[in-house]
């Protein structure tokens, strides 16, 4: 009876001999794969867009087609540091913050 208690029984010292650093090791492997595939399907493609949008906007003058983020076609008459004024209709000018314009009409 003590023989099978023996057997089951795990290495002296509390089992937290060698094999304890191999383990601890084992639970971070899983971590660095969410990282890495957090990293590649979210953060990088976010920067890239918006690293994107921003060449956009540096880009921007007068007389560009654009459209905004809430969706006004309008053509660009000015632009200043942080404001685009757009023309959206003949005589119609309107003053937008430069980050809310969306993309640049393709005509």
């Known amino acids: ?9 795990g290495p002296p010292g509390g089992g937290a ?22 990293y590649f399907l979210l953060i990088r493609p976010q ?7 921003k060449l956009l906007l540096d ?5 560009d087609g654009v459209i905004t983020a809430g969706g006004v076609h309008g053509k660009v ?3 200043d540091d942080g404001i ?3 023309e959206i209709a003949t005589g119609v000018n309107i003053k937008i913050t430069k980050s809310y314009i969306a993309s640049i009409k393709k005509d």
């Open 1 to 9: 009876m003590f023989g099978l208690a023996f057997a089951m029984a």
């Open 47 to 53: 920067q890239k867009k918006a690293k994107e949008h």
């Open 59 to 63: 880009a921007l003058k007068k007389g």
């Open 17 to 38: 001999g060698a094999g304890g650093g191999m383990a601890a090791f084992q639970q971070i492997i899983p971590l660095v794969f969410m990282f890495a595939i957090f």
């Open 77 to 79: 008459t000015g632009v």
């Open 84 to 86: 685009v004024t757009l």
